[in-house]
């Protein structure tokens, strides 16, 4: 089950400064929702402890980033694994970077592909909720960047 | 004393099953009812992913709770273990089949690992501190698809094609040539759903190490067949395996396939120093992880019609969708031919069919196996013929009918239906349903705007299989005929005990083994118990044992008959040394002494106690020719079948025909889509009925079945592979709230191939597919719909209404 997502945003902050944040894991991990605590094992790889609720499944998962993009200051893609009860989830999200006025213009995309029977358990939920978590995670980078 | 000349035939009478008082006072026993001293509990670690490499396990958190007594993982059972049997030929011969996933996983649900703990909450929990690394692989979830060979499912074999033959007969060409109408029909799909069967799949394994012996009491089908696929699997000899069934709440044939399961609780029982390990399925891995019924869809259909509508030729390329392992599979590439004409008189095609591998869940057995996919096309072919050609559908059907003085028919691949009256068959349907009230309803109706549609559907339920059928997939399988065993014996006190080697799901096997000896003794059935479920220390069994493919009527009971007949005959020979006279003086009924046989010149009788007891415990008298007598008595009845021809793909596969023909009425709601029953008539012919009401019984259960199966059972899956409907939100069963109220009717024509003119008495299951989608193309045709799937819910009659791209699908080239 694929879920996609993507819009764009405007921001005061060059972006030099918004690709820094960005790549930085402990700056831009703590962003995720239900972020819960993070290890870093090197500079593009670390894993978040993220608490999961969907529907009666509940517990924390291990998602294991790796920032497979770095283009400064254009572009950073991340991409994630992780697993919970009931499935696994893949993630991929790329911001590109445009010098905008004096700020930068921010465009991300992604996708979550979930595995397992969370898919069909929490199938129709996962969509909404995916999508409202994307929307937490760019609303706290645009208030961190702000 | 009551004599022979008073008899009663027990078979044919509505006699209450003898079943009924132990199950519905909930006294059965079954599998999960069984608790042994030591016993385990075994959880499945199974893959969220349809195509995956494992990149690593890790068992270390699991093995270190306490309670926990032992994880096994695929890796090691190939260690100790042989690849599962493979039926087809190569190359999916070289394919290897574990019970847990080795190296990677090809469909989600498959078992990885598996924790053994001394509850189930503890392996539950267990369960969820394993650490399994997988690699994604690109999943293929479409047959046509698999078979492009982009993405493999077992490297090992090279290809995804399980298998591909051309059943051809006929001079089609020509049918062709001197058609008056070609229609063609580009696309027909037949859904993937499963069973609900109360009960799901439950195993207790023991590897005893007292005696290096492995004990199974389990719901297995087909238990026969299980240890063959076990025995060489664990490398055991197959005397060493006790396979026990009791009471099982329903199995539709997926259960058929549970060996993998089995052989797990045995390893499992093994490194667990040979305490007993219980598996018991939960009802979301019975439904993504057991078994699927067959998938298929219909490509490039061809049909050849005279000016009359009657059907001269058919060729058509179907592809079957297997799942990721074969496992009973490629089998149901020649089951279906038992009915390739269906119950039409076409002699004249040519199908050419393959089956494919794909990341699902394997398919098994289910509800009318194989041959309801090719029924059910037939009857597409037969009402969108009828629907472009603008003849009327119970018209297209009598015209094209094989006809009753036909019978014995032998149809173009050579099977030979025993008998039927499908015309008949059609006149009771249409007198019970109301026909002629209902298409005048049907016609003020339309003009109101509102989507009512009147369908038809005629199938036929094959039963007791020529297993010499497997060697048309694979020349080397040492498999032919039929048969069935059956023990009759007068017990040390007279009691008549009959054993058989069935495992009744629900059917009545008891009840009716029963009525078949009373005839033969000429006693009341409740004097005779019978010992269903399957026990290989019984030594009644043979390799086609078990309760499958609509067999037991003729088979298992033609077996008891057997074996009671082979009783008769020795208590008549003992009794007649014992009353001094001759054995065509004896008759056979119940005294004040209860069961006996009495001489008719003298008047004196000796009760089955006394003749017991003659050969048991009270023998110094009986003369050496008598000492032969046990009155225990086996019989192996066996089929008359021949090897077919397998390069020809001719001969007789199959001993019986039973057949159904439903009607319904559907309406369509033109704001919601959502289809509904208006009315709806099922008609059976299963030759001579042994037991009115089990088989009113399993037609109403059979129709339940089919009506869920065409409205509200769907085996969704995803892009990737994810399994949709996993629980019963999504994958719905039919309950008595859904059902319509079926009005029942049946026709007898005995069949010349059994010997009480029984059929096999199955499913039927069909029936209601073929039906509501004959009914929702009547009800849409002016819509341009064509019906082209066999699942048909309000979402996709909104979208096939809304797209009407089903109209595209089908051409007609008018010659005339």
Sequence with gaps: ?146 | MSSEADKKNWVGKSFPRKEENRLLRGRGKFADDIKLREMLYLRFVRSPYAHAKIVSVDTSAAEALSGVVCVLTGAEIAQQTQPFIEIGPDPFAKIKDYPLAVSKVRYQGEPVAAVVAESPALADDAAELLQIEYDALDPVVDAEEALEDKSLLHEEAGTNRVWNGVFEYGDVERAFKEAAYVVDIDRLHFHRFSSTPLENNVVIGQWNPKDDRIYYQCNNSFPSFAIQFLAAHLSVHIDRIRVETSDIGGSFGIKITSYPQMAICALASKKAEGRPVKWVETRSEHITSSAHGNERTFRDTRVALDKNGVITAITSRHIDDCGAYPRYEPLGCVIWSQVFPGVYRFKNARIDFTQAVTNKCPVGPNRGYSRMQHLWFLERVIDICAHKLGFAADEMRLRNYILPEEFPYTTPNGCVYDSGNYPKMLQVAKGLIGWDEWKKKQTAARKEGRLIGIGIGTTLDSGTNNFGQSQIVNPYLPYSGNSQGANCKLDIYGEVVVAVGSCPQGQGHETTAAQVVADVLNIHPDLITVRTGFDTERNVHTGFSGTYASQFAVSGLSAVHGAAQKLKAEMKRLAAFTLGTKEDDLEFGTGAQGPEIQAKSTGKSINYWGLANLVNANSAGLTPELYEVTLNCRYVWRAPFKVPDTKRKYGSLTLTYASQLHVAVVEVERDTFIPRILDYVAVDDCGTVINPPIVEGQVYGATAHGIGAALMENCVYDAVGNMLTSTFSDYIPITAMNMPNVKYGHIETPSPHSYSGAKGMGEGGAAPIHTISAALQDALFASDIIIEDSFNNADSLFRALKSKETGTLVRVEKRI
């Excluded at chain 1, 929702?33 to 870093?40: D, I, L």
């Excluded at chain 1, 200051?73 to 893949?90: C, E, I, L, M, T």
């Design chain 1, 1 to 146: 089950m694929a879920i996609k997502f993507g819009g764009e945003f405007e921001i005061k902050r060059t972006p030099e400064e918004v690709y820094g944040f960005l790549t930085d894991p402990q700056k831009f991990a703590p962003l995720l929702p239900e972020f819960q605590g993070m290890t870093q094992q090197d500079a593009t790889h670390f894993t978040v402890k993220v608490k999961v609720g969907v529907s009666y499944i509940k517990g924390a998962a291990d998602m294991k980033m790796e920032l497979t993009q770095a283009d400064p200051p254009k572009r950073a893609q991340y991409k994630g694994q992780g697993s919970v009860s009931g499935g696994n989830v893949a993630i991929t999200a790329g911001f590109d970077l445009l010098p905008a006025g004096d700020g930068t213009k921010v465009a991300w995309q992604g996708e979550a592909q979930v595995f397992g029977s969370l898919a069909s358990v929490a199938g129709g939920l996962l969509e909404p909720l995916g999508k409202k978590n994307v929307q937490k995670l760019i609303d706290g980078l645009r208030a961190a960047l702000a």
